[in-house]
């Protein structure tokens, strides 16, 4: 059975950090892209950052570039989202997401999401 976990949402005033976490488990990690979206109160939800299978290759929505950065530890089945320089904007939940190709983008390539943690950003 695939699971995949997210956590280490919060609350953090704007300009603060977060790291979040993500542990996929029932599946064979190295071969699945990543990816990070978020989705905000009545607003759908939208690609954040992804990686590839090595973590050679990453990609990133305009928004998040500069603030945040994806990587992944293939040993420990693990993806982090480090996020700085946080915006009100950036409150959301967050979700975690497999994807059984090299790369991918969209929601519609994803084949396994998590419950999402949320962060909150107060201004």
Do not use: H
Not at 64 to 91: C, H, W
Request: net charge positive; charged share 15%; hydrophobic share 35%.
């Amino acid at each position: 059975q695939v699971q995949v976990v997210e956590s280490g949402g919060g609350l953090v005033q704007a300009g603060g950090s977060l790291r979040l976490s993500c542990a996929a488990s029932g599946l064979p990690f190295s071969s699945f892209a990543m990816g990070w979206f978020r989705q905000a109160p009545g607003k759908e939800r939208e690609f954040v950052t992804s990686i590839n299978w090595s973590g050679g290759n990453t990609y990133y929505a305009d928004s998040a570039k500069g603030r945040f950065t994806i990587s992944r530890g293939n040993v420990k089945n693990t993806v982090y989202l480090q996020m700085n320089s946080l915006k009100p904007e950036d409150t959301a939940v967050y979700y975690c997401a497999a994807a059984r190709k090299n790369i991918a983008t969209r929601v519609v390539e994803y084949d396994y999401w998590g419950q999402g943690t949320q962060v909150t950003v107060s201004s």
